[in-house]
């Protein structure tokens, strides 16, 4: 056991001792008593006060972690969304590009089956 543990129980004991040392006696063991146990109480919450510190700076890092990752995330979305805007710009224009060769395709399908079936109008 510790100094502090010992000091206590002594202290204790001579508090219960209905004859050791008369009320004068009992008293001063009460007061040195609150005074260790106020001592103790004291270093405890001086020791919470810094784990509850510690603790806010883990916290405040993390959340400028957290904010810098979701930063990241936007600037991420919104190339990919700018790309994906380009993408589809270019995918229109080239289905255009795509439906005017089958439209002159068709055409020119068209006027060589005509020539085929009612001859050139040139020939005659």
Known sequence: MSDSSTEKETLVRKIADPGGGGTHGREAAKAQLE????GEVNQRLDQVSA????AQKILANRLTELNAELKAGREAM??????AAHLTKALVRWTRVSV???IVYTLLTAILAGVSLFGSPWAR
Do not use: V
């Not at 005074?35 to 106020?38: V, W």
């Not at 784990?51 to 510690?54: A, F, K, T």
């Open 35 to 38: 005074a260790l146990l106020a």
């Open 51 to 54: 784990d509850i510190h510690q």
């Open 78 to 83: 919104d190339r990919s969304s700018t790309e």
């Open 100 to 102: 005017l060769a089958m």
